[in-house]
């Protein structure tokens, strides 16, 4: 069954804690993207990597730091330097330039 | 720069009447463009798009949307409405000669009524 997983389904994070979202994807997909939504703000872009060991930041990268040390693993850190972590965390994957495939989402909430 | 804008925050339809939902794209090139659906606390899945070809492109549950160049809209529509449509619909665009980023539209929430 091919697809994108994401986990957990929900994320609680204790203040001054680094927490790390994990997206797993079988599609063969080169390219990775992570998004955060807010109610009423749509998706907006965190990082995204188009290879394997290569990522760039998106529209608000800061707080948050990735790795894509394989091509089917894109983990998503929200560190503590992001004030303001409670959203929705989407993780898509795409074969370059083609439509953007989403997983399931990580709810993150701050205790 | 390229946005993207759902004017209506909220579309209500009853049963089986038709519906519309709007978008309106602004990009320096030639356009790629994409319906999305959200149901709650689901990722998105993907409707429709257009790349090139003819304007009206037919989807996924019966979904179509109509290209219009000269009004840089691509709005969503269904002939009968479903109440298992409701849903949260996201329109995004990006720039069809380079390799930017899509850039999504802030959702209009869709709501069908018995």
């Given amino acids: ?111 | 720069a390229q946005s993207v804008a759902q004017p209506e925050d909220q579309v209500n339809v009853a049963e089986g009447n038709p519906l519309t939902v709007k978008c309106t794209y602004s990009v320096s090139g030639n356009p790629y463009l994409f319906w999305y659906v959200q149901y709650p606390n689901r990722g998105l899945q993907f409707l429709l798009k257009y790349i090139t070809g003819d304007n009206l492109v037919k989807g996924s549950y019966g979904f179509e949307a109509e290209f219009n160049k000269s009004q840089t809209s691509f709005h969503l529509k269904k002939p009968s409405a479903l109440v298992s449509d409701s849903a949260l619909y996201f329109c995004a665009v990006r720039n069809g000669g380079s390799q930017g980023n899509l850039i999504f539209g802030k959702g209009t929430k869709l709501s069908v009524k018995p």
């Avoid at chain 1, 680094?18 to 599609?27: D, F, I, K, W």
């Avoid at chain 1, 955060?36 to 990268?61: C, E, H, M, T």
């Fill in chain 1, 1 to 111: 069954d091919g697809g994108i997983t994401q986990s957990p389904k929900y994320l609680f994070r204790k203040e001054g804690q680094n927490v790390t979202l994990s997206c797993e994807q079988n599609l063969n997909h080169d390219a990775m993207y992570w998004y955060r939504q807010d109610p009423g703000q749509g998706l907006r872009l965190i990082y995204y990597s188009q290879i394997v060991n290569d990522f760039q930041k998106g529209d608000i990268a800061e707080g948050y730091s990735v790795s894509r040390e394989k091509k089917e693993s894109f983990p998503l850190t929200v560190t503590s330097a992001q004030k303001n972590p409670t959203a929705f965390y989407l993780c898509a994957s795409s074969i370059h330039g083609e439509t953007q495939y989403f997983g399931p989402g990580t709810r993150l909430l701050v205790l």
